[in-house]
């Protein structure tokens, strides 16, 4: 039976606090979005149907998490996704899902 110490209990909090990103639907769909390649916030709110201001929570929270990265080009400000595992999970769920079509 594993010890249940300081340092896993941690490494439990971080896995719950990754989990929890993903709970929402629209933050999945921001990560779907990314999978293939940078978009801007304007973008990204099209794509998953949903406002600036409530786009840019999500994405927020997520850049706060390390799951995604932002550049400013101006007055735009374009978000990728950074962890490489996420993205070809990601790729992964979505081929799957149109195979099952």
């Known amino acids: 039976m594993m010890e249940m110490n300081a340092e896993i209990k941690a490494l ?6 990754m989990c929890s990103v ?3 639907s629209k933050r999945v769909l921001i990560l779907w979005s990314l999978v293939d390649q940078e ?3 304007g973008d990204i709110a ?5 406002s600036l201001q409530c786009t840019s929570q999500h994405l927020g929270m ?5 799951i995604l990265e932002s550049r400013r ?11 490489d595992e996420l993205e070809g999970r990601c790729k992964h769920v979505l081929r799957s899902q149109k195979n099952q079509k």
């Open 22 to 24: 993903f709970a929402n």
């Open 46 to 50: 099209a794509a998953i149907g949903a």
């Open 12 to 17: 439990a909090k971080s896995q719950a606090a």
């Open 62 to 66: 997520m850049k706060k998490m390390g």
């Open 73 to 83: 080009d101006g007055q735009t400000i374009y978000y990728r996704v950074v962890r």
């Open 39 to 41: 978009k801007s916030v």
